[in-house]
């Protein structure tokens, strides 16, 4: 019988079927038909009936089916050598039992068909065709069904014999598994160590099936290793607990922990594949994915990488030293190179996962080691700018012109790399800032390099030095920015022997730089000049997006401190003592006084172009408010004693008090603390009222001390006007907005003469004013804020008449603009002397400051619009006269004041159509060019407002277009033509069709005769301008458009 055994089983594994043996599967998993009628069946009753019922009715077809009998021969001869229990009590065992042995019946018939396949050979009329496949190969359903098996084989047989901790409890999953932990009884023979190790042996037999396997493991793994663990690794042998003891409840399985030796192994095993090659990626890899959770990058790799919990934990496990290390240094050593290799990745979802990982790493080893995080981390990412600050350790023969320093492929990964550790993983680390602080100044020169040209790492440097910056203490940051401008040489920048180039894949490299010859000397010094004022412009570039943590500000106050140290030192002269005859002290004292002229320049030029690029919230908090008026008044006060008073100067004194008046005056909510900042200004603020010459700034300033010693409990009438005045200076109309009379309305009249009078004593004696125009702005605008229309005096204009002819451009144009006000406002007092006041604003005309002239011509157009009928015709003589009676320059501002008088009469325009366009054609034919675009700019103005009034003279306005646009030689002249046309379809629109109707056609010519033949691209574009907005009237005109209406009438 032993001999015929193996023959028996020959001819079975032969002639027996896939489809036999997975029919017997589905009858093994098929559900049993219950009596739902009766409530004392309960779930575990079901279950137990179900699974003895499946196993008597596959006994019953494998022995009466004569199908199955080469089947049933099969299992017969694999359970005759097989060496487990397969009968029990247990009639969970049993099921498990069977399903373990159909489970190799499908193995080792999937073998032998796999053997006996012989593929033919393809078909060259169709090589498109798909080869045949192996006769083992499992359809879908079929893979559905194994890994159903393949559940309740792990359910059965596996998972409610792991000791509490081990593994995930069957109750935790689902409902059916707590029905399985309750039925399976741990009591009955064989024992739950044997059940365990059979299952697991036999599952891991039919993984050597390579298709089996990986259904196996795809979904179990996880349950399989811990039966091993268990099995291979638990200290004690464990008695099989009774069935009521095997399960305890939920809450207690959810709180189980896992037992010491599993702790104990899983470490072990961990630190071991931590050690080999790769091992990091291996264990990253492992954890992200989880047992059975597919690759990385799968489905569910977005979810995974989101989660920051477990990259926390993967990060502990890589900075925790293991035992089995010697040292930690050593473990240092081969694990911090496995970990900078998980930032460069190419695929972008496991590359997300990695860096994730990788960026944690580094800050969980940075802040538990700092000291070796420092040496194998951050070092070996930082080493491509450390070499070029290192020069000195370079060898000679590396060294020559023109050698790579750093590549273009190593300095692209450092500058990634280090975004992603500091910028991304955004943990101020002391040794994280500490290391990244060296090098931040090469990080600025590669920055400045960048924005010459498109680089793929500029805003990665960007967003570098702006943590760095944000990160750092103010005073090292401050420090840092010097350095960054030049101002101090100890932090370390880009050697001047190393220099950054372009690379052939669009990067940047470093290279050694080229020598010089003697020729190229002024190349190179321009070349330095010029990058020197490149990197103060980036520096602003980059300050302007720190305004916002207040370190734009403490850097422009450090600059006006610096300006304030250039101010108090003596100025010493250059001697012109020839080199030769110098001796080297004498040398080295001239070559550190050019440098610090060098300096100073430097300092003059940062604040230019922090005046330029910051914006108005440059000062985030009053802190650096106070220091900024201290600043100011430190330097007033060096200047004085340096005579070296000028009205700049001044000019700053004057807003910085006027700023500190606003903040007193309520614009600022000011605390008890902010009192105590304001009283740094009081030994200033008292230094100033002793020596500065002007009264009305020692006023100011004591009257500002009082109210900071007061805590605004007591405030001057200087320091309220002072305010207004600075609020005022804001309005770009220079409209000064009306307040209700206060109470010391009724002694202003009285101050108001004094300050006149002691003006006009000043002046008398010779003196020579500087006062600022926040300070004499005092004096005129004093006169306007606190009065209603109609309450000025005759006094007061006087004053504010006598302040126009001031010989200080603020005041003179301070004064102007409040009797342009004043004239808006319709004032009598200032209605009655028209003619005075016309007067002043031509006069002021003449002026070569654009704030006096600008605002003169605002004078002019307001009483041309009061008075158009007495102001109107002498303008447009004045206008109209040639160059012996007044200069181009007045006769252009005049245009500018005849088209703010058209735009403001609008339909009242009409009246004085006549005069106005025979002064603008007859300027169309004047000699010079810019009068010549300036009456045509005007005609454009004056034709768009004219409407149906045109008609009369549209021909001749037209031949005076065509005729300018055709045959003058000045290209400013030609745009102007053209842009008339433009002013007028835009004008007329739809009307257009009816005012020139005879002449349309003629227009529609010169533009096209423009867009051809014309060689100025403005004046094309003006041309073409003008095309369109034709077309369109001519559309709307051809096709109007409907209008959907419906009439709605009432019946009586």
């Known amino acids: ?100 042995l159909l489970l190799l019946c499908l193995k080792e018939t999937m073998i032998h068909l796999a053997a006996d396949f012989s593929p033919g050979k393809p078909s060259l009329r169709t090589p498109e065709a798909a080869p045949a496949l192996s006769p083992d190969t499992l359809s879908i359903s079929q893979q559905k069904t194994v890994q159903s098996v393949l559940q309740f084989v792990v359910t059965f047989g596996v998972c409610p014999y792991l000791v509490p901790g081990v593994g995930v409890p069957l109750r935790c999953r689902t409902a059916f598994g707590a029905v399985v932990q309750d039925v399976v009884c741990l009591s009955a023979p064989p024992d739950a160590t044997r059940r365990l190790y059979t299952s697991c042996r036999i599952l891991l037999n039919i993984a050597h099936h390579t298709s089996l396997g990986s259904l196996i493991f795809c979904r179990h793994f996880g349950d399989i290793a811990a039966g091993l663990c268990q099995l291979g690794f638990c200290p004690t042998k464990r008695k099989p607990l009774p069935e009521e003891e095997s399960c305890t409840d939920e809450k207690t399985q959810v709180r189980c922990r896992a037992p010491a030796w599993l702790r104990r192994l899983c470490g072990q095993l961990l630190s071991e594949r931590l050690m080999k090659p790769s ?163 090469v990080l600025f020169s590669l920055y400045c390099f960048t924005k010459q040209s498109v680089s793929h790492i500029r805003s990665l440097c960007q967003e570098i030095l702006l943590w760095i910056l944000g990160k750092l203490e103010r005073k090292k940051a401050i420090a840092s920015l010097k350095g960054f401008a030049g101002l101090d040489k100890s932090v370390s920048c880009l050697p001047s022997l190393c220099q950054f180039r372009a690379a052939a894949q669009g990067g940047i490299m470093i290279t050694i730089k080229e020598t010089v010859c003697d020729e190229d000397e002024d190349e190179a010094l321009y070349q330095k000049v010029s990058s020197e004022q490149c990197r103060v412009e980036h520096l602003g570039d980059l300050l302007s997006h720190c305004q916002e943590c207040g370190l734009a500000g403490d850097f422009f106050i450090f600059c006006l401190q610096e300006l304030t140290h250039v101010a108090m030192e003596n100025e010493t002269e250059l001697k012109t003592k020839p080199f030769s005859s110098k001796s080297v002290l004498e040398l080295e004292q001239h070559q550190t006084l050019v440098e610090g002229q060098g300096q100073k320049l430097l300092v003059l030029q940062l604040l230019a172009i922090l005046c330029e690029r910051m914006s108005e919230q440059i000062f985030t908090n009053i802190t650096q408010v106070v220091d900024f008026v201290a600043a100011t008044l430190q330097r007033a006060c060096a200047s004085l004693a340096h005579q070296a008073e000028s009205t700049v100067e001044s000019q700053t004194l004057s807003m910085s008090m006027g700023l500190v008046a606003v903040m007193l005056g309520g614009a600022v909510q000011l605390k008890s603390g902010d009192f105590a900042v304001l009283k740094q200004l009081l030994p200033l603020l008292e230094k100033v009222s002793n020596v500065y010459p002007d009264p009305v700034i020692q006023e100011l300033a004591a009257d500002l001390r009082i109210t900071i010693s007061t805590h605004g409990a007591f405030s001057t009438d200087a320091v309220s006007v002072a305010a207004q005045s600075t609020l005022n200076r804001k309005d770009p109309e220079g409209k000064i907005e009306e307040q209700q009379p206060t109470s010391h309305e009724k002694n202003s009249n009285g101050s108001d003469l004094e300050q006149q009078q002691s003006r006009e004593k000043s002046r008398q004696m010779g003196l020579k004013s500087h006062t600022p125009p926040i300070a004499q702005e005092v004096s005129v605008s004093r006169t306007t804020t606190n009065h209603k229309s109609g309450s000025i005096t005759t006094d007061q204009l006087q004053e504010v008449i006598l302040s126009a002819y001031d010989p200080q451009i603020p005041t003179r144009a301070a004064a102007l603009r409040t009797l342009s006000c004043w004239i808006e406002q319709r004032e009598a007092k200032a209605l009655e002397m028209q003619e005075k006041l ?215």
């Open 1 to 100: 019988m032993a001999a015929r055994r193996p023959v028996a089983g020959s001819g079975a594994l032969a002639t027996c079927g896939l489809e036999s043996i997975l029919e017997a599967l589905k009858l093994l998993l098929s559900p049993g038909a219950s009596d739902s009628g009766s409530l004392q069946i309960t779930k575990h009753d079901v279950l137990l009936a179900t699974l003895s019922s499946n196993l008597s009715a596959l006994e019953d077809k494998l022995l009466k089916d004569p199908h199955w009998k080469k089947l049933k021969l099969l299992r017969d001869e694999i359970a005759n050598k097989a060496e487990w229990p397969q009968n029990s009590v247990d009639v969970t065992w049993s099921f498990t039992s069977q399903t373990l």
């Open 279 to 441: 091992g990091v990626q291996a264990v990253v890899r492992g954890i992200l994915e989880g047992a059975g959770a597919g690759a990385a990058g799968g489905s569910d790799a977005e979810a995974m990488a989101a989660d920051w919990k477990k990259c926390d934990l993967i990060a502990k496990i890589l900075a925790s030293c293991p035992q089995q290390s010697l040292s930690p240094e050593d473990y240092y050593r081969d694990i911090c190179p496995q970990i900078l290799d998980l930032f460069h990745f190419q695929d972008k979802l496991t590359a997300r996962q990695f860096q994730r990982v990788a960026t944690t790493t580094f800050i969980t080893m940075s802040r538990e080691r700092p000291q070796l995080a420092s040496k194998y981390l951050l070092e070996p990412v930082l080493a491509p700018l450390h070499r070029c600050l290192n020069t000195a350790e370079i060898p000679e023969s590396g060294m020559a012109p023109g050698t790579i320093l750093v590549t273009e492929e190593e300095l692209s990964r450092c500058i990634e790399d280090v975004f992603k550790v500091y910028v991304v993983g955004n943990e101020p680390l002391t040794v994280l800032v500490d290391s990244l602080l060296p090098v931040s100044g």
């Open 838 to 1052: 016309l007067k002043i604003f031509l006069e002021n005309l003449e002026h070569e400051d654009t704030f006096v002239y600008l605002s003169a011509i605002q004078g002019v157009a307001l009483l041309s619009d009061v008075y158009p009928e007495k102001i109107l015709l002498g303008l447009l003589a004045q206008y109209d006269g040639g160059k012996d009676k007044h200069t181009p320059e007045t006769r252009m501002k005049v245009g500018e004041v005849l088209m703010r008088v058209v735009r403001a009469l609008g339909d009242m325009v009409s009246k004085y159509r006549e005069p106005l366009i025979h002064t603008f054609l007859r300027g169309a034919r004047d000699p010079d060019s810019a009068h010549r675009a300036s009456s045509l700019s005007n005609l454009g103005e004056l034709c768009q407002r004219l409407d149906f009034l045109l008609g009369s003279v549209v021909h001749e306005v037209t031949a005076c277009l065509i005729a300018v646009a055709k045959t003058d030689h000045e290209v400013q002249v030609r745009r102007a033509a053209i842009h008339v046309i433009v002013l007028l379809f835009r004008g007329l629109s739809q009307k257009a069709t009816e005012v020139l109707r005879d002449v349309l056609k003629d227009l529609y010519h010169l533009l096209k005769h423009v867009v051809r033949l014309e060689p100025d691209d403005v004046a094309k574009l003006h041309a073409q301008l003008a095309l369109e907005e034709l077309d369109e009237i001519m559309r709307n005109f051809l096709f109007p458009p409907q209008k959907l209406e419906k009439k709605i009438v009432v019946l009586p």
